[in-house]
């Protein structure tokens, strides 16, 4: 056993971390996500020059070759700016899809512009009714003349207001919540039927509402076998909850950081706070748990780096504690702040409102505490 | 012992319903206009408009257990917004420590909801540790008015408000708890800056307050000078040990549970969901206990005694409480916990459920914070003190 990061990944590592440190700071990150299109394109450029977008895609696609691994090292960096660019949507998610389940001929039209940063995508998978539900999907394809037409709702779809392309996850055959007869189409943005209605989320993302009123797909645009989605949607979850929990670690540890340093600083009753044993132990509290969350990061990434088929228990039980952990580290980080936490001025409730968004996607704690302890 | 109500308890109970039965606002009506003509008619109802204001100062002068009903009622009932600040904060140091003519002059005032007051007590630098504070004070040579200097923190409404009551320093050669003097000025005048503080849930609720050379006379000193900490400090216990809003969170629970509830889940809905369940549950239970904490403190200072040491806990516990119930809003909203702004996205509920949530980050830090509030029932209820074991 081994947890020492490669050389190129201990440098690309140390690249991510200079890039956060000169480019994300605080007001900053406030300008970027207040103007259109919610991220910098000239950062999006960088990352893809960087060599960043191709890292976990196969080599014969155009990418690194690498793994979940890579994704683990810049996420974890990008979580302690709270980076903006739409790495998640793009690459975890719409790549994702594309390199399981895509044919040679959309890998090939699809895989270069992702790695080179001009074609926008992402993954709409979640509707009104599903909750955190995977295999609940209401949204119907059926097979018309050799193509298919979809009709239904898709919610809270990170990344669609720029997006040139959208994977919808859709029912091509079962009933609402089976796990076979989901399907996987890749759909332009533009096309007919598809409209969006964009919102600010909290944490200064952005995400789409979609509607599809008979938007037409042809049979090339399936990705992967039909009726045969769910595996390849359950692996990209998977997969997104291990980049977001990376994110979630980095975040964590801007947090307890900060506070640590804000309390040796801030004085009251002629110590400084740090002085106070009740918040020592307090802070020791979000030490642990950013490092247990940390150990079980590593612990599900590697296991799923072996195999993805042994690692799901592990995978539900990194999302339980990340969400647990995350709230709690976040929650102490305001009160410890005081009044100053609870204000827009200090870039701890700006992290804080990350860890919530994030317990809120692909399945809060509850939600993967019972599927831990049924499987 | 008891549980029931007495006879007398359940007619004031009928009478309080029906009063707000008969005054409630009318669709169409203007809010403002019924909002004063409302507190006008439960003036005349015996000084419901002030209920917790002494008799003597036309208070309804109720039992523990007509507080309590009152509270329970409001709670349900759609009655007009009120502001602490004047009515609950100010009023009662005027009564205590007000000579006859301020008691004239501002206490009507507060009485009618004309004047708008906020609180300048917390500084950049006093915080929790609120003895602490730099805002000076100083006295004209002719004795006649002072100077104020200094900044202000989390002012509450402070943007909206026609004055301020103001802890203010006057001497720092001694101790930090003497050399404060309580102070009253109005706000719109020249000296006096006024900027807002956005808190995590994207609102304008706080501010911070500067002040230049500010003039104020000494007929708006309250009691001596110099023994501002001692006025402050007794209204600030009565801050902490205060009605905890108990009742509003059992209300706020009930629409949880019916939040909940439309949720559909499977064949049933979220309330069937074994671990949200068991959070309400124990929110519910802690709620019970709460409630009754409450009401034993209620009694118990009615009887003439100090609060009990149970009085302490309320508001750790309260505001604890009403935290809980902001979290298992935004857990209940499920992915559209994270949507933000003005569209509403998913169950209606879920819209500013997040934003709430993360406002109420605030409830367990202001008043003193939530570990100020335990070293003060450490020390004044269990007698523990540094080296006590010794």
């Given at each position: 056993?081994n947890?020492?990061?490669?050389?190129e990944?201990?440098?690309?590592?140390?690249?991510v971390?200079?890039f956060?440190?000169?480019?994300?700071d605080?007001s900053?990150?406030?300008?970027?996500s207040?103007?259109?299109?919610?991220?910098?394109?000239?950062y999006?450029?960088?990352?893809a020059e960087?060599g960043?977008l191709?890292?976990?895609?196969?080599e014969?696609d155009?990418?690194?070759?690498?793994?979940q691994?890579d994704t683990?090292?810049?996420?974890?960096q990008f979580?302690?700016?709270?980076?903006l660019e739409?790495?998640l949507?793009?690459?975890?998610?719409?790549?994702?899809?594309i390199k399981r389940?895509g044919s040679?001929?959309?890998k090939?039209?699809i895989i270069p512009?992702?790695?080179?940063g001009?074609?926008?995508?992402?993954l709409?998978?979640?509707e009104?009714q599903s909750r955190?539900d995977?295999e609940?999907?209401?949204?119907?394809?059926?097979e018309?003349?050799?193509?298919?037409?979809?009709?239904?709702k898709?919610?809270m779809?990170?990344?669609?207001?720029?997006?040139?392309k959208?994977?919808?996850?859709?029912r091509?055959n079962?009933?609402?919540?089976d796990k076979?007869?989901?399907?996987?189409f890749?759909?332009?943005a533009?096309?007919?039927?598809l409209?969006?209605?964009n919102f600010p989320?909290?944490?200064?993302?952005?995400?789409?509402?979609?509607?599809?009123?008979?938007?037409?797909?042809?049979?090339e645009?399936?990705?992967?076998e039909?009726?045969?989605?769910?595996?390849i949607?359950?692996?990209?979850?998977?997969?997104?909850?291990?980049?977001l929990?990376a994110?979630?670690?980095?975040a964590?540890?801007v947090?307890y950081k900060?506070?640590?340093e804000y309390t040796?600083?801030?004085?009251?009753?002629d110590h400084?706070?740090?002085?106070?044993?009740?918040?020592?132990h307090?802070?020791?509290d979000m030490f642990m748990?950013y490092e247990?969350?940390?150990?079980l990061?590593?612990?599900?990434?590697m296991?799923?780096?072996?195999?993805?088929?042994?690692?799901?228990?592990t995978?539900h039980?990194?999302?339980?504690?990340?969400?647990?952990?995350?709230?709690?580290v976040?929650e102490?980080a305001?009160?410890l702040?005081?009044g100053?936490?609870?204000t827009?001025e200090?870039r701890?409730?700006?992290?804080?409102?990350?860890?919530?968004?994030?317990?809120?996607?692909f399945?809060?704690?509850?939600?993967?505490?019972?599927?831990?302890?049924?499987? | 012992m008891?549980?029931?109500l007495?006879?007398?308890?359940?007619?004031?109970?009928?009478?309080v319903?029906?009063?707000?039965?008969?005054?409630?606002?009318?669709?169409?009506?203007?809010?403002?206009?019924?909002?004063l003509?409302?507190f006008?008619k439960?003036?005349?109802?015996?000084?419901w408009d002030?209920p917790?204001w002494?008799?003597?100062?036309g208070?309804?002068?109720?039992?523990?257990?007509?507080?309590?009903?009152?509270?329970?009622?409001t709670a349900?009932?759609?009655?007009?917004?009120?502001?602490?600040?004047g009515?609950?904060?100010?009023?009662?140091?005027?009564m205590?420590y007000?000579n006859?003519?301020?008691q004239?002059?501002?206490?009507?005032?507060i009485?009618?909801?004309?004047?708008?007051?906020?609180?300048?007590?917390s500084?950049?630098?006093?915080?929790?540790?609120?003895?602490?504070?730099k805002?000076?004070?100083?006295?004209?040579d002719d004795?006649?008015?002072y100077?104020?200097?200094g900044?202000?923190?989390?002012?509450?409404?402070a943007?909206?408000?026609?004055?301020?009551f103001?802890?203010?320093?006057?001497?720092?050669?001694g101790?930090?708890q003497?050399?404060?003097?309580?102070?009253?000025?109005p706000m719109?005048?020249e000296g006096?800056e006024?900027k807002?503080i956005?808190?995590l849930?994207?609102s304008h609720?706080?501010n911070?307050?500067?002040?230049t050379?500010?003039?104020?006379p000494?007929?708006?000193?309250i009691g001596?000078e110099?023994k501002?900490?001692?006025y402050?400090k007794?209204?600030?216990?009565?801050e902490r040990?205060?009605?905890?809003?108990?009742s509003?969170?059992l209300?706020e629970?009930?629409?949880l549970k019916?939040n909940?509830?439309?949720?559909?889940?499977?064949?049933?809905n979220?309330m069937d969901?074994?671990?949200?369940k068991?959070k309400?549950?124990?929110?519910?239970i802690d709620?019970l206990?709460?409630?009754?904490t409450?009401?034993?403190s209620l009694?118990?200072?009615?009887a003439?005694?100090?609060?009990g040491?149970?009085s302490s806990?309320l508001?750790?516990k309260?505001?604890?409480?009403?935290?809980?119930?902001q979290?298992?809003?935004?857990e209940?909203s499920?992915?559209?916990s994270?949507?933000?702004?003005d569209?509403?996205?998913?169950p209606?509920?879920a819209?500013?459920?997040?934003?709430?949530?993360?406002?109420s980050?605030?409830?367990t830090?202001?008043?003193?914070a939530?570990?100020?509030?335990?070293d003060?029932?450490?020390?004044k209820?269990?007698?523990l003190?540094?080296?006590?074991?010794?």
């Amino acid at each position: 056993m081994n947890f020492e990061l490669s050389e190129e990944q201990k440098m690309i590592q140390q690249s991510v971390e200079r890039f956060v440190q000169e480019n994300y700071d605080l007001s900053n990150r406030i300008k970027i996500s207040s103007e259109d299109p919610g991220y910098s394109k000239e950062y999006w450029s960088s990352m893809a020059e960087l060599g960043w977008l191709g890292l976990a895609f196969d080599e014969e696609d155009g990418g690194f070759g690498g793994n979940q691994i890579d994704t683990l090292v810049l996420m974890e960096q990008f979580g302690k700016g709270l980076v903006l660019e739409p790495f998640l949507a793009n690459i975890v998610l719409g790549g994702g899809a594309i390199k399981r389940g895509g044919s040679a001929a959309l890998k090939e039209s699809i895989i270069p512009s992702l790695i080179d940063g001009s074609l926008q995508l992402t993954l709409a998978y979640a509707e009104e009714q599903s909750r955190f539900d995977l295999e609940d999907i209401a949204t119907a394809a059926r097979e018309d003349d050799g193509n298919f037409v979809l009709n239904g709702k898709k919610s809270m779809v990170l990344n669609a207001e720029s997006a040139d392309k959208i994977i919808v996850v859709a029912r091509t055959n079962g009933s609402q919540v089976d796990k076979e007869g989901i399907s996987l189409f890749l759909v332009n943005a533009d096309s007919d039927g598809l409209e969006k209605e964009n919102f600010p989320t909290v944490d200064g993302l952005r995400a789409s509402e979609i509607s599809l009123n008979d938007v037409k797909v042809s049979p090339e645009n399936l990705i992967g076998e039909k009726d045969k989605g769910f595996e390849i949607l359950q692996a990209v979850a998977n997969d997104a909850i291990l980049a977001l929990a990376a994110e979630a670690v980095g975040a964590m540890e801007v947090l307890y950081k900060d506070t640590v340093e804000y309390t040796q600083q801030r004085e009251q009753f002629d110590h400084p706070l740090s002085d106070f044993q009740v918040l020592q132990h307090r802070m020791v509290d979000m030490f642990m748990e950013y490092e247990q969350c940390k150990s079980l990061l590593f612990r599900a990434t590697m296991e799923t780096v072996q195999d993805p088929q042994l690692s799901q228990r592990t995978v539900h039980a990194l999302k339980h504690l990340i969400g647990k952990s995350g709230i709690f580290v976040g929650e102490n980080a305001v009160q410890l702040h005081g009044g100053m936490g609870v204000t827009e001025e200090l870039r701890v409730g700006h992290f804080f409102k990350r860890l919530l968004v994030i317990d809120s996607q692909f399945g809060n704690a509850d939600f993967h505490l019972d599927k831990f302890t049924s499987l | 012992m008891d549980i029931n109500l007495s006879s007398e308890d359940l007619a004031f109970r009928d009478e309080v319903r029906s009063f707000f039965e008969e005054n409630k606002i009318k669709s169409g009506e203007d809010y403002f206009s019924w909002r004063l003509g409302w507190f006008k008619k439960a003036r005349e109802k015996g000084g419901w408009d002030v209920p917790k204001w002494p008799e003597k100062f036309g208070g309804p002068g109720w039992s523990p257990t007509q507080h309590y009903i009152w509270e329970q009622e409001t709670a349900r009932a759609n009655i007009p917004f009120d502001l602490p600040f004047g009515l609950g904060m100010l009023a009662p140091i005027l009564m205590n420590y007000g000579n006859e003519e301020q008691q004239e002059r501002f206490l009507p005032d507060i009485r009618d909801r004309q004047v708008n007051w906020c609180q300048g007590y917390s500084e950049p630098g006093a915080g929790s540790d609120l003895a602490n504070l730099k805002t000076k004070a100083v006295l004209s040579d002719d004795g006649t008015y002072y100077t104020v200097n200094g900044s202000k923190i989390w002012t509450t409404l402070a943007h909206v408000a026609d004055w301020i009551f103001c802890l203010t320093r006057t001497d720092d050669s001694g101790i930090k708890q003497q050399g404060i003097t309580f102070l009253l000025f109005p706000m719109k005048q020249e000296g006096i800056e006024v900027k807002p503080i956005i808190t995590l849930g994207g609102s304008h609720t706080v501010n911070t307050v500067h002040f230049t050379d500010v003039k104020v006379p000494v007929e708006n000193r309250i009691g001596e000078e110099g023994k501002g900490w001692t006025y402050a400090k007794g209204l600030l216990e009565h801050e902490r040990t205060g009605l905890a809003g108990l009742s509003k969170s059992l209300v706020e629970l009930e629409q949880l549970k019916d939040n909940a509830r439309s949720i559909k889940r499977g064949n049933g809905n979220l309330m069937d969901e074994s671990s949200y369940k068991s959070k309400i549950g124990e929110l519910e239970i802690d709620l019970l206990a709460t409630e009754f904490t409450e009401l034993r403190s209620l009694a118990s200072a009615a009887a003439g005694g100090e609060p009990g040491p149970e009085s302490s806990i309320l508001k750790l516990k309260g505001t604890e409480i009403k935290q809980r119930i902001q979290k298992l809003t935004v857990e209940a909203s499920g992915i559209y916990s994270s949507a933000w702004g003005d569209k509403g996205v998913g169950p209606a509920f879920a819209k500013g459920g997040t934003a709430g949530y993360l406002n109420s980050r605030y409830f367990t830090i202001y008043g003193g914070a939530s570990e100020v509030q335990k070293d003060i029932v450490a020390k004044k209820v269990l007698g523990l003190t540094k080296g006590s074991s010794k």
